[in-house]
């Protein structure tokens, strides 16, 4: 596997993983089909000057990305967000702890003092994996979505360096 920061070459490969992670993965904020990301769309995102994409390949496949969001404004530019997918068949495998082993990698260089997510509270795999790297609970955002009729609680968590 290769971790790397993804380039616009990359654009056709991260919209077919965005759209294939949504797709299978009850848990991101968009639903299957929600998202129309375009090759063009996927190059504008990459271009963006707050925003690196760190992705796992496996041979020549996209199979994880980390969007890695910069806040632009002076008081919070020391801060981060992140968003992370995992294709469906790579899930469990280390490919997540990985990319975020990265992202710390990245936050270090750039001076980034917090980087914060957002997880689904049933999400026990994730929580486990960010509490692991590091990052603790925050506070929680209750009844936050609605997935199939039913309210879920999302967890803020942060990591400090």
Sequence with gaps: MVIKEL?????????????????????????????????????????????????????????????????????????????????????GMGVGGQLLQAVLAWANQEKIMRIELTVVSENEAALALYKKIGFEVEGVKRRSLLMDGEYYDEYYMGKLF
């Excluded at 994409?53 to 199979?63: F, K, N, R």
């Design 7 to 91: 380039s616009a070459d990359d654009a056709k490969q991260l919209a077919q993983l965005m759209m294939d992670v949504e797709a299978s993965s009850p848990y991101m904020l968009m639903e299957a089909g929600e998202r129309t990301l375009t090759v063009e769309g996927a190059e504008a995102l990459l271009n963006r000057d707050h925003i690196t994409v760190i992705g796992a390949e496996d041979g020549e496949q996209l199979i994880g990305y980390t969007l890695v969001i910069r806040e632009t404004v002076r008081k919070k530019k020391h801060c981060t967000s992140i968003v992370v997918g995992i294709h469906k068949d790579y899930r």
